[in-house]
């Protein structure tokens, strides 16, 4: 059966896995991801994928990375979490590894595992969310990867929201990453806390006292707990995520979200507000179908099995 190998890029860690064709990893490795050295990041890349070749016969290999992948799907045009500027990274890692190379960006990988192998099996339009830090986005429309003329499609994150609201770390004013994010969540729930501590006792208590030391981990221990303040900053940030998947459901009607990334480990304390403020949202609500929100269900290894299974086609 044909093996590919697949590779997601991240701010701390390479995860790469030899993958059958039926999304199944074979076997699977870490390396941490030397990101205060730019120039070592493909080296790394590299060594991972050798590791893995030496001991399964491979026919390509996927790579998916976070930010702007040329048309060509050969060239990091920008990547902010690894300072890469018009990186070229296929032909590095094909002259080092001697391989075929597919770069991909990292949520179009995540959204293709999802489609072929996980929670978006049966869908022909889907569009998958990545709620974590910020917010990622992979389309797919009409059973394939929607990339853009460019290549620089799906960055969903950076929809202009707010008119004026936070500053964005693309420089944008309002994107929506700023609202509906593991950001956004932290921010509002430190400014709650500060605001009417009475409120947020069971939150300051796990966070040591100080609304400043107040973390995504203490929010979602303390929403559980029951905490006001913990709980208002998810139904918050839900809202603000029902708001964006009604604004793409009117621009790109699919037939289902699929959300996943950090945040979606706390999806108990605020994926059915969304799911509602989404259906509250949406244009033309009792005229048309509303497209199901799921999780996403291949969790941290969907980029993976993603770009190794995305490497096998043309």
Partial sequence: MALTIGIDIGGTKVAAGVVDAHGLIVESLLKPTPADNPAKVAETVAEAIKELADSYEVEAVGVGAAGFIDETRSVVRFAPNLAWREEPLQRKLTEMTGLPIVVENDANAMAWGEFRFGAGRGESHLIAVTVGTGIGGGLILGGSVYRGRWGMGGELGHMQTVPDGVRCGCGNLGCWEQYASGNALVRDARRMAADDPDRAAVLLKLAGGTPESIEGREVTDAGRAGDPVALDAFATMARWIGQGLADLASILDPGCFILGGGVSNAADLWLDQARE??????????????????????????????AADLARLP
């Fill in 277 to 306: 403020a989404f259906a509250e949202r949406l244009t033309g609500r009792g005229h048309r179908p509303v497209a199901e929100v799921r999780l996403a269900e291949l969790g941290a290894s969907a980029g993976v099995v993603g």
